[in-house]
């Protein structure tokens, strides 16, 4: 067997999931069919979820000191300013959103990849694969084949794997057309923002990012057109939307100095009918597709990856059964069902299709984002630092936190005393955390789940098992009962 999984599509969901199997010394290949990184970048915001994901798999490195601090958009109708909707960070929450580039995020998930002793092999474009009782024959391209124990289809929204799979994706149209230019401006206007402007025909919106040399003059312009059917080169795409600042916002004249990239895109809604056929699983825009509107697509794709990880390691190592898999799905579509109920209506709202949309938007929907309440929920959902598994398989009941809800990073104790956070301990290893030493938990876990951290926290009410992922796996403090959930819930055979 070549590996025992190979990804398919080295985006951000791809790398994170090859980042942490190879943290817990899974044998993974990483395969795409471009031959090299792509330098424009489709996303430009990581919400707070996602930078989570980064810190447990040891891939954030600079990030944060790169990034811009995302302050929200101002939105402005008939000529005139309706809100600004600020981030407002969770005080409780010690992570909050990064406005980087897709592209910066891929190249720091590549160097963590690398040093743990993986490199992407470009240009490989995937044609077929065929699955039996032990495995996935991937062929190629070129001619050349690999066999893996699992395929993993991190490969986009045009997924070639999710298609060999004969995964259904079923779905619809959200705007017909969408124009996008990053272009390198002499503005003048503040970049402490981006900033969104309705008119009847459509919406116009302008967000600053950071130059590729760190510069301060690059911004991304995107805009909702009617669908024609013609082709756009990357001088008419720049110019309509010149066109389109001057109709919409006002702007007479944009100093365009260079244009980075264009794109010309729909926005669809699709979701697959499962995440799993056989020995082949989905992640990401490959399970997953929704209007780019709120930045939800890397973060719910990082998710995935991590969700996923864990529980393929669990079943490629032999310590669990493969209808563990069974609890991939079930735990990570309806969140993805969620983001596009609700991308799909911000959209609809914003693009404002007819005159008492419009009136809604404007007059009722818009006004209150100005209030701090409203912006702090509204961060909140964004940061998908909500979200949880306890209604999914692996859930449970009881006081809070239960099992399957996300346990925030907290300062602990090692064994050694010294002070550390349970961020750092996970992915690729569990934790068990508790108030004193539970020696026969700890022993336990650790025949039955490999690699699990003892952390001590004076505050634990009582001990709490803590899966790669940051979620809670179980709570208690009798071995019978560690027992039980281990043979019963996760599937584990022998843990004497």
Known sequence: MDARVIVVGAGPTGLALACALAAQRIAVRVVDRAERPAP??????????????????????DLRERALSPVGMTMYARGRELATMRFVPDPREPVQALFI???????????RLEALGVSVESGREVVGAVQD???????????????????????????????????????????????????????????????????????????????????????????????????????????????????????????????????????????????????????????????PIGGQGMNTGLGDAENLAWKLAMVVTGRADAALLDTYTPERRPLAEEVLRTTTANTRLLAGATPLTRLVRDRLLLPVFNLTSVQRRATRKASQLWVTYRGGPLGGRGSAPRPGDRIPDRVCFDAEGAETSLYSALSPAWALIADTEHAALAALAR?????????????????????????????????????????GTLRIEETV
């Open 447 to 487: 025949r039955s789940l490999g690699e699990v951290a003892v952390l001590r926290d004076p505050d634990a009410a009582a001990p709490m098992l803590v899966r790669p992922d940051g979620h809670l796996a179980w709570r208690g403090d009798d071995p019978d009962g560690l027992r039980a959930w281990l043979t």
């Open 101 to 111: 580039s897709q592209a910066d995020i891929e190249a720091q998930l590549r160097l």
């Open 40 to 61: 424009t970048s489709r996303a430009n915001i990581l919400h707070a979820r996602g930078v989570e994901v980064l810190t447990r798999l040891g891939a954030l490195g």
């Open 133 to 291: 009782a032990d495995g996935v024959t991937v062929e190629f391209a070129d001619g050349d084949s690999l066999r893996t124990g699992w395929l993993a289809g991190c490969d986009g929204s045009r997924s070639r794997v999710r298609e060999l799979a004969g995964i259904a994706f079923p779905g619809a149209p959200v705007i017909e057309r969408f124009l996008l230019a990053d272009v390198d401006a002499a503005w003048d206007r503040s970049r402490k923002g981006s900033a969104g402007w309705f008119h009847p025909d459509g919406m116009l919106m302008a967000m600053p990012m950071r130059g590729r040399d760190g510069g301060g003059d690059l911004w991304r312009l995107m805009a909702d057109v009617p669908d024609t059917g013609e082709h756009l080169s990357a001088e008419h795409i720049v110019e309509r939307l010149r066109d389109l600042l001057r109709e919409r916002a006002g702007v007479d004249d944009l100093p365009i100095r260079e244009t980075v990239w264009t794109s010309v895109f729909r926005i669809q809604r699709r979701l697959a009918e499962s995440y799993r056929q056989g020995r082949v699983l989905l992640a990401g825009d490959a399970a997953h597709i929704h209007s």
